[in-house]
Nanobody, 121 residues
């Protein structure tokens, strides 16, 4: 599975962005998907995950109520809608695919190249 993120950019605090992650291959619907983010000098942090069917979603406490993960298996795409963005949300955001839903980065088998999100105060 190859993953390509898009949708990052610069936004003012309180604003919104929607990230997309397009997957190649016919087996996209078999994978749980997740979004992680990383800032310089820190490990990748879990933000949100969604089951293969889309029926179950999971969020880090820091983004719960502000971010929404969703997927469209017909389009082989997973999304992260980010609202009420804060300066501390600034990071490189990565999507990832795994055979199980988890918040543990090392379990994920496939990763995208990342997309930069910057939030001005």
């Amino acid at each position: 599975v190859q993953l390509v993120e898009s949708g990052g950019g610069l936004v003012q605090a309180g604003g919104s962005l929607r990230l997309s992650c397009a997957a190649s291959g016919r087996t996209f619907s078999r994978y749980a998907m997740a979004w992680f983010r990383q800032t310089p000098g820190k490990e990748r942090e879990f933000e949100a995950a969604i089951s293969w069917s889309g029926d179950s979603t999971y969020y880090a406490d820091s983004v719960k109520g502000r971010f929404t993960i969703s997927r469209d298996n017909d389009k082989n795409t997973v999304y992260l809608q980010m609202n009420s963005l804060k300066p501390e949300d600034k990071a490189v955001y990565y999507c990832a695919a795994a055979t199980v839903v988890t918040d543990i980065a090392r379990v994920y088998d496939y990763w995208g190249q990342g997309t930069q999100v910057s939030v001005s105060s």
